[in-house]
């Protein structure tokens, strides 16, 4: 038996592995595509880039797990009934579920890891992740100045170039606005020919203009006879150099302290407590109502009001308490008998917004709670999927295999995503949304094992063929002659 298991469990390990970095790495190229236009045209050095792949990676390796084991565990019991090795096992005792023993077990440590992975290293990763795909999103795109357009990029100036000549970097009719003063376009300068170049330490953009001219137009100046003058100045140049601050271009990393408390950066004793919280927050929120509103209706317990006439007990008064007021009295009253109205429906506005955004709160954190624990889960129920499936349909490889898996995976993937949209829409609770998806998948986990190890094809065609045929048969049989 120990070579029994050591054969399964080393043909099971090699295409786990293969599989598992196939999937993350189409996993993390599905990233590179939704985010490529944040990426693109920032100047961001490769160590950025990298790490905020390497971030994006931990966050899909949950993903990436159960679609492995599914492939992995076809791909295996598929090349073992491929090449007779699941039935030369069967003729000496071994059942396919001994067989499956060993790796249900490795599996099983795989889900584990999984979880535990999920708990505490996916919320560090996603606090990074967050943080610096942030960072990037803010950070300005490198400066490129075409041809015959205004580069508005350097805050305070409009530059254009005519033309740049691409073998000698040499710029022709060169315009360049200067803004800073901020009374519009005061200062202009320009050169027939220029150079432009950034220092070592990236610091400063520096251009080096050559026959131009610089044009001021200085603020307006009131005389002493009353009269408004208009000055400016201009300076003609064989060579003139103007130096632009880069620092807003430098790349600059937001602080990690503004996501910590989202849903994704917690883990499970985290969402515990913040679970805990929400009900805490309507709890003190209704205790306020109540304490705010209920002054308000305290004239229902005064025995001296009564309406049309009656007493709230329904018994004869005297008379309508208001007209006893007077004019003056009875609009005083109304005022603020509005005014008291407006104010317990603001006071109920405020205390529905609040319990429905907690409650938002309480949905988002049991979903990221679950999630820990389906995943992993999911793990184990596929491989039982995956691997009767692969003893059935008797083939290995990359071929059929992987085209089986990936249909069984989006199914999987369709339902997982309706389910948690339900939840997070109050359709159904947040724990049925994340568990729907396991138990949807565990008949068909328990059907395919048991149809395996009893040798039975994953359809029964001749028994729907006899079933078909005996139905027509009395359809015949009923038909009026």
């Not at 786990?16 to 993350?24: D, E, G, K, N, R």
């Not at 390796?61 to 599914?70: H, T």
């Not at 969402?271 to 919280?277: C, E, G, K, N």
Request: aromatic share 12%; net charge positive.
């Amino acid at each position: 038996m120990k070579k029994i298991y050591n054969l399964s469990l080393f043909a099971f390990i090699g295409p786990f592995v293969a599989t598992f970095f196939i999937a993350l790495f189409v996993l993390v190229m599905q990233f590179l595509w939704k985010y490529i236009d944040d990426l693109a045209g920032k100047g961001l050095e490769t160590s950025v880039i990298v790490e905020l792949l390497l971030y994006a990676s931990a966050n899909l390796i949950p993903m990436a797990i159960p679609i492995s084991v599914l492939l992995s565990s076809i791909m295996t019991f598929g090349n073992l009934a491929e090449n007779n090795e699941i039935l030369a096992f069967k003729t000496t005792g071994v059942s396919l579920l001994r067989i499956m023993k060993p790796l249900a077990f490795t599996v099983l440590l795989v889900s584990v890891g999984a979880f535990f992975f999920a708990n505490r290293g996916v919320p560090v990763a996603n606090l990074k992740f967050r943080s610096l795909l942030y960072s990037v999103k803010e950070q300005k795109p490198a400066m490129d100045i075409p041809d015959g357009v205004f580069y508005t990029g350097i805050e305070g100036f409009s530059i254009r170039v005519g033309h740049r000549d691409p073998e000698t970097d040499e710029l022709h009719d060169v315009i360049i606005y200067d803004k800073t003063e901020k009374r519009g376009n005061v200062m202009v300068t320009r050169a027939n020919k220029g150079k432009m170049y950034i220092t070592e330490d990236k610091r400063f953009l520096l251009f080096d203009l050559y026959e131009g001219a610089r044009y001021h137009e200085m603020p307006e100046q009131r005389s002493k006879d009353g009269g408004l003058h208009f000055p400016h100045n201009r300076l003609t140049f064989e060579k003139y150099q103007i130096r632009f601050d880069l620092s807003s271009f430098n790349f600059k990393r937001a602080k990690e302290d503004l996501w910590k408390n989202s849903t994704q950066m917690l883990n499970t004793s985290q969402l515990a407590h913040y679970i805990d919280s929400t009900y805490i927050l309507v709890n003190n929120k209704l205790d306020y109502v109540d304490e705010y509103v209920l002054p308000y209706f305290s004239f229902l317990g005064d025995s001296t009001f009564a309406l049309e006439g009656h007493d709230l007990s329904g018994n004869q008064q005297g008379g309508h308490y208001i007209s006893t007021l007077g004019d003056g009295g009875g609009r005083q009253l109304f005022q603020r008998a509005m005014s008291h109205a407006r104010s317990v429906k603001g006071a109920l506005k405020s205390a529905a917004n609040e319990l429905e955004y907690q409650t938002q709160r309480r949905i988002s954190a049991k979903i990221e709670l679950h999630r820990k624990f389906t995943l992993s889960i999911a793990c184990l129920i596929l491989f039982f999927v995956g691997a009767p499936l692969g003893a059935i349909i008797r083939k290995g490889g990359l071929g059929l295999p992987v085209v089986i898996s990936i249909v069984l995976f989006v199914i999987y993937y369709i339902v997982m995503i309706g389910a948690e949209k339900s939840a997070k829409q109050q359709i159904i609770s947040p724990e049925m949304g994340m568990w729907f998806p396991v138990f949807f998948i565990i008949p068909f986990a328990f059907l395919l094992t048991y149809r395996a190890n009893s040798d039975s094809k994953l359809f029964n065609i001749s028994g729907i063929q006899a079933a078909l045929s005996r139905a027509l048969r009395i359809h015949k049989g009923n038909r009026p002659k």
